[in-house]
């Protein structure tokens, strides 16, 4: 069994290195004790490495990470630095389409005793996942947009070959939540398949998958009905998959649920590569202040273990994952160390420090 992992990181921008220094330090105790090695690899990217050398993703780096067994990206880009067609530096977007990381998965959980802007029924709980397709939809236009004095166009583009690969993991992921007891094995298509032809074409194909899986369940709800269900009913919600755009602004609405972006992971997962980062971004208004919420950061390198893990048939890294997940939601929900955007007073090593300390109460 494999047990010496290399990790490509990309500590990038804003409040990136802050809190990836805590969630490196937090991985190797983790590895420590469920004795595994990761060997971390720091490579250079992001609108700092831009404005310095006029490179945003260097080859050696995009090659490093193609590399390595898993990818822990913190965040990249700051508004100030811009390429000369005006848009932000975006390295995380390329190695998306670099890699094929075509889906794009942000869980949506709330642990008993998190705080949420929702006023849930005692009984009721969140635990949700929402796959953003990552590489193509509204965001295959990026930089292709046309623009003119008097119009502008944008292109979205739905594949068949990445929708056959998007729609076949979200059932896998079903699955799996299913048989580890997490959800009820459905899978939603959300789209807006009244109006364009294109999300017809996406809701066909989801179908023609749903088909292939006689022991799940599958249904379709529109994207505007969509964002009422996530604050009106969320406990209903299991698996969901949607296009890149919609993904993006539902996840961010997921992200509120749960108490903001400081406490939402992601992975783009694709085929044979896979990158961990917080759904945040660089957040450069706290940037040097040691507020940065970690959580987020650290909840992602705990999806890494897990998708390690599974991968590699490791179940002593799947269990590192849930046990530092947990922690994390231990910290949070009891209040142990919450962060200045969590209504707390923690810094940021405040936080880490707290999960550090729970990890031996939550293993035992
Ligand atoms: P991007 O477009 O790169 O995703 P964004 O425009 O969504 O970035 P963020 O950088 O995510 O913006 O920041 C949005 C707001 O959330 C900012 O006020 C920022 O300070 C806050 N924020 C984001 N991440 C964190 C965090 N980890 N801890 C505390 N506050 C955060």
Not at 148 to 170: D, G, M, N, W
Not at 201 to 225: I, K, M, N, S
Not at 264 to 289: K, L, N, Y
Request: net charge negative; aromatic share 6%; hydrophobic share 45%.
């Amino acid at each position: 069994m494999k047990s010496r992992f290399d990790i490509a990181v990309f500590e990038g921008d804003g409040i990136g290195p802050e809190i990836m220094a805590p969630a490196l330090e937090l991985l190797d105790r983790v590895a420590h004790r469920n004795q595994f090695q990761l060997r971390f690899e720091t490579l250079p990217a992001g609108a700092e490495h831009y404005a310095r050398t006029g490179e945003s993703l260097p080859g050696r780096s995009l090659e490093a990470a193609r590399a390595a067994d898993a990818i822990l990206l913190a965040a990249m880009g700051l508004p100030a630095v811009r390429y000369p067609d005006g848009t932000e530096i975006s390295p995380q977007i390329d190695l998306r389409k670099e890699l094929g990381l075509f889906a794009g998965v942000r869980p949506v959980t709330l642990a008993p005793g998190q705080a949420s802007p929702l006023n849930l029924p005692a009984d009721r709980r969140i635990d949700f996942v929402l796959i953003r397709e990552s590489t193509e939809g509204l965001f295959w236009s990026q930089g292709r947009g046309e623009v003119s004095a008097q119009e502008a166009r944008e292109t979205l583009v739905i594949t068949r070959e990445t929708s056959e690969k998007l729609f076949r993991f979200a059932f896998g992921l079903a699955r799996q939540r299913r048989d580890a007891g997490r959800g009820h094995g459905n899978v939603t298509c959300v789209d807006k398949a009244n109006v364009f032809r294109a999300f017809a074409f996406f809701r066909a194909l989801f179908d023609a998958e749903a088909g292939r899986h006689a022991d799940l369940t599958a249904d379709h709800v529109y994207v505007d009905a969509m964002t009422l269900l996530m604050v009106q009913k969320p406990w209903l919600l299991d698996v969901l998959v949607t296009e890149n755009m919609f993904g993006d602004i539902l996840s961010d609405l997921g992200a509120a649920l749960m108490g903001g972006l400081g406490v939402a992971p992601s992975a783009d997962i694709g085929e044979r590569h896979a990158v961990f980062q917080p759904c945040h971004g660089s957040a450069p208004d706290i940037a040097g202040q040691g507020t940065a919420n970690p959580y987020a950061m650290i909840l992602s390198a705990a999806m890494m273990l897990e998708w390690l893990g599974q991968r590699h048939e490791a179940p002593n890294l799947q269990q590192g994952g849930a046990d530092l997940r947990r922690a994390v939601e231990h910290a949070i929900a009891g209040a142990r160390a919450l962060t200045r955007d969590l209504g707390g007073e923690a810094s940021t090593v405040e936080a880490s420090a707290a999960v550090a300390d729970l990890l031996d109460g939550v293993a035992a």
